[in-house]
């Protein structure tokens, strides 16, 4: 897990001072504080340097020029800021080359099948002089080209440099696990694992994208599009890959994967039924066992729900009949609070009980939070929707002060299995295809035992149902953003509604969410809050394609049964779960007080309000809303407001950022 960043200009072009590239380190340092690496081409030659932060045994056995002494201008150059997880010694220093030192690779991620995949490559000839998947990764892009990501599994954006043919070729993989960003301007491509990035270092201004603030604040959506809230800084999309060739300034963009899903509706076989939950825990079992190669601990975040305690409870029972490196001892790391509803420390201490492991306990404060959000906001890149990210940001923090560098974590399960209330229309689609109504009918009552639970999804549904169709003028006028947002920016910005997917095949909606905007965003998250503090995240669930191929095979009927979410996944870890983790009906995750703290933050937000925000707000209806927050506090959680308040934060930190 690291930082990369780069940059390539057309030769007859003007040339680049290192202190840019200075500059896109320092603003990358805490992705990778063990080591820092620069390559530059100048003057038709390539040049090596080393940094302030480069390894000691890196600088010891390489001597190279420190990129402090060489004021060399540059055409091209990469840059590579390392957190050591695999043969963390000098072997492992980035940017890689091959033994011709022809190809130049800055790397950010895990390839979990590097060691057969170098068993092959060394069947074909290639001699390897370091232990690390980087290396892997190189000659298997040397060997099959552009055709290399198929035979990954992992979570990777990379960037390789060839200076014989002057081309640099960026591959992001298939979830978006990892972030890549660039910048394509006349004869100019620019590449860095954050967006904020390419202004800290000098090679863009921050603009704002008022489509995409239009999208996010009205219509919750997020990176939903390759240009976001950065203007003129693209997302490299998961599954997609590039070739530029930097003395023409063509780029041409490719996506490389696109995944299957079982679209039937067929009735549930209890005897497939049976063989699914098997076939479901040994790759389930294998995709963790494979996430725990590391040659530094390991630890594990634990919630309390169905996939964290799954996750802590398998990798206990593979380090006892194992002996697999982790640590001495297996750590896990749960965020609590005081707040009886939504903490769920009971649930993470049932799992842990009888069992070697360390429980590690943080409880994030009101005053906490406004101590760290300008930091937090900085870290992220992006405003938040929910403080949950907070409760994330601390758990990850925790792990660091604990000496932990690697966390498993559990995201992807539930967009996988169907874990979540607004995939249960679905289900009931499917069901009514294959069974009929009346079998719906009864289905419904096992979802919801109680009349007042059914009485609130039926009241979700036709929600959702208002969102489109004619009354789509209604939903605008009482809409928040009809009195918060500057008119101007209303107008211009449509204002069309997408359908309800609540009537679209189950598997159909959970593959949407799984490739698509949602899942990614998550992921997002959890990058930046694990980065933050230096730590590598690994998630199972999402980035193992043999897994995910197998769960998308199954017909969807079989993911909810008897009104129970992830049925397939609750079943195939039935014997390692605590009764009360397993027979759990409700869904927290990372829950946060968020109504009660976005009211005792009132002065923090009125801070904020500002000449400058009157390009996308109302000012005084806005003031008007922040006064007036104290009324949701005794409502339930409310996921639709912090976004109104954390743009301005977001705003103000990021124009402030480069200096």
Not at 317 to 326: A, F, I, P, R, S
Not at 362 to 384: G, M
Not at 497 to 522: S, T, W
Request: hydrophobic share 35%.
């Amino acid at each position: 897990m690291c930082g990369i960043a780069g940059i390539a200009r057309h030769p007859d072009n003007q040339q680049f001072d290192l202190t840019t590239l200075e500059k896109a380190s320092k603003a990358l340092s805490h992705r990778g504080p063990d080591d820092e690496g620069f390559l530059i081409y100048s003057d038709n030659e390539i040049h090596e340097l080393g940094g302030f932060n480069s390894s000691k045994e890196w600088l010891l056995k390489y001597k190279p020029t420190r990129v402090d002494e060489c004021r060399k201008p540059f055409s091209i150059g990469l840059l590579h800021r390392r957190l050591s997880i695999i043969d963390t010694g000098a072997q492992g220093h980035q940017p890689f080359c091959d033994s011709q030192k022809r190809y130049w690779i800055t790397f950010n991620g895990e390839i979990y099948n590097y060691k057969s995949l170098r068993k092959t490559l060394e069947q074909k000839g290639y001699t390897f002089k370091s232990q690390t998947d980087t290396e892997v990764l190189l000659y298997a892009y040397l060997e099959w080209r552009e055709q290399c990501e198929q035979y990954l599994r992992g979570m990777w954006a990379f960037v390789i440099y060839d200076s014989q043919q002057q081309t640099l070729f960026a591959s992001r993989d298939r979830n978006g696990v990892k972030p890549l960003y660039y910048v394509l301007q006349d004869k100019f491509l620019a590449f860095a694992s954050e967006q904020s990035v390419f202004h800290k270092a000098g090679w863009l201004d921050f603009e704002v994208n008022k489509k995409a603030v239009f999208d996010f604040l009205y219509s919750d959506l997020l990176e939903h599009e390759p240009e976001g809230l950065f203007k003129h800084v693209h997302e490299l999309q998961p599954a997609h890959h590039f070739t530029y060739q930097i003395s023409t300034g063509e780029l041409q963009l490719t996506c490389y994967f696109k995944s299957e899903w079982n679209n039937t509706f067929s009735k549930i076989d209890e005897a497939l039924s049976k063989k699914y939950i098997q076939l479901i825990n040994e790759a389930c079992t294998q995709s963790i066992s494979e996430h725990l190669q590391s040659d530094v601990p390991v630890g594990t975040c634990l919630s309390g729900g169905i996939d964290s305690s799954i996750l802590v409870s398998v990798i206990s029972n593979l380090m006892q009949n194992q002996n697999l490196h982790t640590g001495s001892t297996q750590h896990a790391f749960h965020a609590s609070f005081s707040i009886s509803n939504i903490n769920e420390t009971h649930f993470a201490e049932e799992v842990v009980k009888e069992k070697p492991i360390t429980l590690h306990i943080v409880q994030p404060s009101v005053d906490e939070l406004a101590y760290d959000l300008e930091k937090l906001i900085s870290t992220q890149n992006l405003p938040l929707r929910s403080f949950s990210t907070y409760a994330q940001y601390r758990v990850m923090q925790l792990a660091h002060q604990s000496g932990i560098k690697v966390l498993i974590d559990g995201q992807g399960a539930d967009e996988l299995f169907g874990g979540y209330y607004r995939y249960i229309p679905n289900y009931l689609y499917n069901a009514q295809q294959a069974y009929g109504k009346y079998y719906v009918t009864e289905l419904k009552k096992q979802f919801f035992p109680k009349k007042s639970i059914q009485n609130s999804f039926d009241r979700y549904l036709f929600k959702e149902l208002l969102k489109s169709g004619s009354m789509r003028h209604v939903i605008d006028a009482f809409h928040p953003a009809y009195k918060l947002l500057n008119k101007d920016l209303f107008i211009k910005n449509s204002t069309n509604h997408e359908a309800p997917m609540l009537q679209v095949e189950f598997n159909r909606r959970l593959h949407i969410d799984f490739y698509g905007n949602y899942l990614k965003e998550l992921l997002y998250r959890e990058d930046r809050s694990a980065m933050a503090h230096s730590i590598e995240s690994r998630v199972p669930f999402t980035d193992d394609l043999e897994l995910s191929k197998l769960v998308f095979s199954i017909a969807g009927i079989y993911k909810m049964q008897s009104g129970i979410s992830k049925y397939l996944l609750r079943e195939a870890f039935k014997d390692v779960l605590p009764k009360t983790i397993f027979l759990r009906r409700d869904k927290l995750g990372f829950s946060s007080p968020n109504n009660l703290w976005m009211s005792a933050l009132k002065e923090v937000w009125l801070g904020y309000l500002h000449k400058d925000l009157a390009e996308f707000y109302h000012l005084k209806n806005f003031e008007k809303f922040i006064r007036k927050l104290d009324k949701f506090e005794n409502k339930p959680e409310n996921y639709k407001t912090l976004k109104w308040l954390m743009f301005p934060v977001w705003l103000s930190v990021m124009s402030r950022s480069k200096d």
